[in-house]
C-alpha cells in the first residue's frame, strides 16, 4: 500500500508539471470535429502517457530493493 501512495503522489506531481497534455486532449474532444485540431489529440496523448511512465519509474526508482543477505561465513 505505501508503494501505491508513493506512486499516487508522484502521478499527481506530473499532472501538475505537465498539465498541458489533459488540456490538450479535453480540447480535442470538446471541440467540433476539425482536422487541424488533430495535433492536440497526438500531443497530448503523448504528453500524459509520458506523464504516467515518469510517475512509474520514479515510483520503481524510489521503491526500498530488499536483497537476500549473505549466509556464508566470510571469517575463514
Known amino acids: 500500500m505505501e508503494t501505491f501512495k508513493r506512486y499516487l503522489m508522484f502521478q499527481g506531481m506530473m499532472f501538475v508539471f505537465g498539465i498541458v497534455g489533459p488540456i490538450f486532449l479535453v480540447m480535442y474532444f470538446a471541440t467540433q470535429p476539425d482536422p487541424t485540431v488533430r495535433w492536440a489529440y497526438w500531443i497530448g496523448l503523448f504528453i500524459t502517457a509520458a506523464d504516467v511512465l515518469i510517475a512509474l519509474g520514479l515510483t520503481a526508482s524510489t ?14
Open 63 to 76: 521503491t526500498p530493493k530488499n536483497t537476500p543477505k549473505s549466509t556464508r561465513n566470510n571469517d575463514d
